[in-house]
């Protein structure tokens, strides 16, 4: 049974950073993970995938040049710098069934077939 957890949300002022950690126990190989987030009234965002071994990553446009995903194993991280009032929302932390992120189809929610619970980030202005 596959388990995914996330954790390292919470309140930062506009210009700050947070770091965001997810673990996906019971995954039978470091299949690719990825990041999203949805805001109250909004769809959920795609924010960011990474490959099995790291070596292949995707941005949203949105967290581009700000937010730096990486991962150790079934570990991974998104590291949140410059942080806006607008990045508030319930951050997710999801798990494929591939080893690659699926190239265009990174963003969709359909190419994760595992998904955490959520860790809220706040971001005060």
Known sequence: QVQVV??????????????????????TWNYAMGW????????????SCISWNGGTTYYAD???GRFTISRDGLMQYLQMNSLKPEDTAMYYCAAGTALSCSGSRWYEEAT????GQGTQVTVSS
């Open 36 to 47: 999203f987030r949805q805001a109250p009234g909004k769809k959920r965002e795609g924010l």
């Open 6 to 27: 996330e954790s390292g949300g919470g309140l930062v002022q506009a210009g700050g950073s947070l770091r965001l950690s997810c673990t996906a126990s019971g995954l």
């Open 62 to 64: 949105s967290v581009k």
């Open 112 to 115: 994760y077939k595992y998904w």
